[in-house]
């Protein structure tokens, strides 16, 4: 990391931290689950819109988590199970042997 | 002499019992299980004691929602159980994929050129292997919180009462699962190979 980007980050952080309404990435990271689930009351979800817009970090991770979850349905959801070709004759004749 | 309980169809005129009705539903509910537990044997065993409960409980049945779901949601949680019999439901570490933040606590994050679609990600056999085979590598205490919330849409009180842990828990569990996820899968969503 150059000099340069150290001292944004430092100057990033500092502002987060101490300016009244704002948020540190690392609070906002707690915020996640509530906003995307719509939990946070009204002014919390302002604070995380706000650090939103003024934090490339954040917006670019926020997109991608969401894009996890997308992804996550579409690979394992309805339609998408691997339903095994093989079930044993065995099993089967197991389970139907286990009615009484 | 016949149990008329046991006799009684269920739905679509369908014996509990019927063998019919066995070979109908028995591969995705081996899927299923194979999905939760992870171990083939385990998932067949799983398999045949959610057909036993489902013949002891099927008087139960009162067809408020389809013979398959009620038969999905006994296998879930016979698969919860066998995976609360074998300890693996206890809370694993995960931390080395969780996000990361410097000493001013901004977080650490690569720039994002591109993001890959859903389409493109699942346009892939091979993409599609790797979301499900990464999904797999995270620990069974996120894996399956992450699982039954996203995936089988069960809400956070449910998930809670299934896995008999807090709903704060929950949530705490879920969001790292889906953190962690997100790292793990960087290579394909950053559209690196998709290019």
Request: hydrophobic share 40%.
């Amino acid at each position: 990391m150059t000099t340069k980007n150290r001292l944004m980050r430092r100057l990033k952080g500092t502002m987060l931290s101490r300016v009244h309404g704002m948020i540190t990435c690392r609070e906002f990271e707690e915020f996640v689950l509530g906003y995307l689930d719509g939990e946070l009351p009204a002014q919390q979800a302002k604070i995380f819109d706000w650090h939103l817009r003024i934090c490339r970090e954040c917006r670019e991770y926020l997109a991608a988590y969401k894009r996890t979850i997308e992804v996550g349905k579409a690979v394992l959801g309805p339609g998408h199970e691997p339903v095994p070709e093989d079930v044993p004759e065995d099993l089967i004749k197991a389970v139907l042997n286990s009615r009484k | 002499m016949p149990d008329p309980q046991r006799e009684k169809p269920v739905d679509s005129g369908i014996a509990i019992d019927s063998e019919e009705l066995v070979r109908a539903n028995i591969g995705w509910m081996l899927a299923l299980a194979e999905r939760l537990l992870r171990d083939r044997g385990l998932a067949e065993d799983v398999v045949q004691e959610s057909f036993v409960k489902a013949y002891e409980g099927s008087a139960g049945f009162e067809g408020r929602s389809s013979l398959e779901s009620w038969l999905h949601r006994i296998t879930v949680n016979t698969a919860l159980s066998k995976l609360r019999q074998l300890k693996r439901l206890a809370e694993q570490p995960i931390d080395e994929n969780l996000p990361e933040f410097d000493r001013f606590d901004c977080r650490i994050e690569l720039p994002w050129s591109r993001l890959a679609s859903v389409e493109e990600v699942m346009e892939s056999d091979d993409t599609r292997r790797r979301v499900y085979e990464t999904i797999g590598e995270l620990p069974d205490s996120y894996r399956v919180v992450l699982w039954l919330r996203d995936i089988e849409e069960y809400d956070t009180s449910e998930v809670a009462t299934l896995l008999g842990i807090s709903k704060s828990n929950v949530k705490v569990r879920l969001h790292r699962a889906r953190a962690a996820l997100k790292k793990l899968l960087e290579p394909v969503l950053r559209a690196e190979e998709l290019q």
